[in-house]
């Protein structure tokens, strides 16, 4: 599902959520490499985070094109579950680009993680010290997914070199 079938709203809710978990991720490493400094602004983005990742959650489960991107991300329809398949498998007909099959479920699997780790942080700030091992660990595992988002993006939007045949040249 595109983001053009988004409302202004559910395009601000995700701009929100991709920047404020971003902030996230770089505050929370700089935090655990000693740099107690930053400490305040994650607490105050983290909060930030947890509002806009509820929005998404909102659009998600409210609007048709949210319950379609749902469907996509979460695999519960049988063309996304099909599409990831096909990539996986590299069957003819996969599409090339990777937002449509791999890189779904990394979406999907980010929003969950996200959230997570966004009502931990939560619960940390209300002074329950006992779960920071679950959020740095979950935290850990959002940056991976980050990541691999990342180079899916890349992939799809890297220019590709198109073979000239002879006829084209």
Same mark, same amino acid.
């Given at each position: 599902?595109?983001?053009?079938?988004? +409302?202004?709203?559910?395009?601000?809710?995700?701009?929100?959520?991709?920047? !404020?978990?971003?902030?996230?991720?770089?505050?929370?490493?700089?935090?655990?490499?000693?740099?107690?400094?930053?400490?305040?602004?994650?607490? +105050?983005?983290?909060?930030? +985070? *947890?509002?806009?990742?509820? &929005?998404?959650?909102?659009?998600?489960?409210?609007?048709?094109?949210?319950?379609?991107?749902?469907?996509?991300?979460?695999?519960?329809?049988?063309?996304?579950?099909?599409?990831?398949?096909?990539?996986?498998?590299?069957?003819?007909? *996969?599409?090339?680009?990777?937002?449509?099959?791999?890189?779904?479920?990394?979406?999907?699997?980010?929003?969950?993680?996200?959230?997570? !780790?966004?009502?931990?942080?939560?619960?940390?700030?209300?002074?329950?010290? &006992?779960?920071?091992?679950?959020?740095?660990?979950?935290?850990?595992?959002?940056?991976?997914?980050?990541?691999?988002?990342?180079?899916?993006?890349?992939?799809?939007?890297?220019?590709?070199?198109?073979?000239?045949?002879?006829?084209? +040249?």
């Amino acid at each position: 599902m595109a983001t053009s079938c988004r +409302a202004r709203w559910a395009l601000f809710v995700l701009l929100g959520s991709v920047l !404020t978990v971003t902030l996230q991720l770089i505050s929370g490493f700089l935090l655990a490499m000693g740099d107690t400094s930053i400490y305040a602004f994650h607490i +105050a983005d983290g909060l930030t +985070a *947890a509002g806009f990742l509820a &929005g998404e959650w909102v659009w998600l489960l409210s609007s048709t094109p949210g319950r379609q991107t749902a469907a996509r991300i979460f695999l519960l329809s049988v063309e996304s579950r099909h599409q990831l398949h096909r990539q996986l498998h590299r069957e003819a007909g *996969a599409s090339k680009s990777l937002r449509d099959g791999l890189d779904a479920p990394v979406e999907g699997l980010f929003l969950i993680f996200a959230s997570i !780790t966004a009502c931990i942080g939560i619960l940390l700030w209300q002074n329950h010290g &006992g779960f920071l091992p679950w959020h740095r660990t979950i935290a850990e595992i959002l940056l991976f997914l980050w990541l691999l988002h990342l180079v899916f993006s890349i992939h799809d939007h890297w220019p590709r070199r198109v073979r000239r045949t002879e006829e084209q +040249a």
